[in-house]
């Protein structure tokens, strides 16, 4: 009992500084909150490699980042960016499923990987609603994360994945989900920016966006047990790695910078 309490002081206090710095960049924005995420985007390509085949891990860390910061600068408008990428990373996750070879797999998580430096880059920049764009996508993937962690251990019941998941549950998914919809709800309409989307519009994003959440979350977890590791890595003392906290995230950022697209294309 002692070592699971202390394991979880050590993962609440690395989450709530992680929380801290995340929040304090996204609110400077600029080019220190593109900087932090063509960072994070060089470690989920790390973390991905090491998994894979421990080849090539800390150059292909190195690459992604520099093409992540690279591509920032590109004569092409973020939401076009935004779409490609988040087309480019789904289309390697989906792949990754029904491939073995090594290099197909590298493949696969660079475009994973850039998926964190230039969607949530893209998000941020859209004008003045920008800032609560970064804030709705934390507030509906950590509430999803956080519900379905205490609901799936207070009322258990069938599990969601077993396969896959072994420790997932129904009643977690959809206690995640309510409480991520409800979070989502809450960020945009406290905005003072908020556009004039109707209840049910936002209600059914947010609602899509805790789903896409806990579907990268499985989907981190099948290449995980697929390749045998348990952690992707050791950087986050108590969580694992980048890979592990963001899984949910990429999954919010693929939908988000489809809609982003979309919604350029629209006007």
């Keep these: 009992m002692k070592a699971g309490a202390s394991e979880l002081r050590l993962r609440v206090l690395s989450a709530l500084v992680l929380a801290a710095v995340i929040l304090a960049v996204t609110l400077l924005g600029g080019p220190a909150f593109r900087f932090v995420w063509v960072l994070v985007a060089g470690l989920?390509?790390?973390?991905?490699?090491?998994?894979?085949?421990?080849?090539?891990?800390?150059?292909?860390?190195?690459?992604?980042?520099?093409?992540?910061?690279?591509?920032?600068?590109?004569?092409?408008?973020?939401?076009?960016?935004?779409?490609?990428?988040?087309?480019?990373?789904?289309?390697?996750?989906?792949?990754?499923?029904?491939?073995?070879?090594?290099?197909?797999?590298?493949?696969?998580?660079?475009?994973?990987?850039?998926?964190?430096?230039?969607?949530?880059?893209?998000?941020?920049?859209?004008?003045?609603?920008?800032?609560?764009?970064?804030?709705?996508?934390?507030?509906?993937?950590?509430?999803?994360?956080?519900?379905?962690?205490?609901?799936?251990?207070?009322?258990?019941?069938?599990?969601?994945?077993?396969?896959?998941?072994?420790?997932?549950?129904?009643?977690?998914?959809?206690?995640?989900?309510?409480?991520?919809?409800?979070?989502g709800l809450a960020v945009w309409y406290l905005s003072p920016v908020a556009t004039g989307l109707g209840l049910a519009m936002v209600f059914a994003i947010s609602l899509a966006a805790s789903v896409f959440s806990q579907a990268g979350d499985l989907f981190e977890s099948a290449i995980k047990r697929r390749f045998g590791t348990k952690d992707s890595s050791r950087l986050i003392p108590g969580h694992g790695g980048f890979l592990d906290r963001l899984d949910g995230y990429w999954a919010v950022l693929v939908f988000a910078g489809m809609l982003l697209y979309l919604a350029r294309l629209g006007h």
């Design 44 to 183: 989920v390509a790390y973390e991905w490699l090491a998994i894979i085949s421990a080849r090539n891990a800390i150059a292909g860390g190195i690459g992604v980042a520099l093409a992540g910061f690279a591509l920032g600068f590109a004569p092409v408008s973020d939401p076009a960016l935004a779409g490609s990428a988040a087309v480019l990373a789904l289309a390697g996750a989906v792949v990754t499923t029904q491939v073995d070879d090594r290099r197909m797999l590298e493949a696969c998580g660079v475009a994973y990987a850039l998926c964190f430096a230039l969607v949530t880059p893209a998000l941020r920049q859209v004008p003045e609603i920008g800032l609560f764009l970064i804030v709705w996508t934390f507030a509906v993937v950590w509430f999803t994360d956080i519900a379905a962690y205490f609901t799936g251990r207070a009322l258990g019941g069938p599990k969601l994945m077993p396969s896959v998941s072994p420790k997932k549950t129904w009643s977690g998914a959809l206690g995640g989900a309510a409480a991520g919809t409800a979070g």
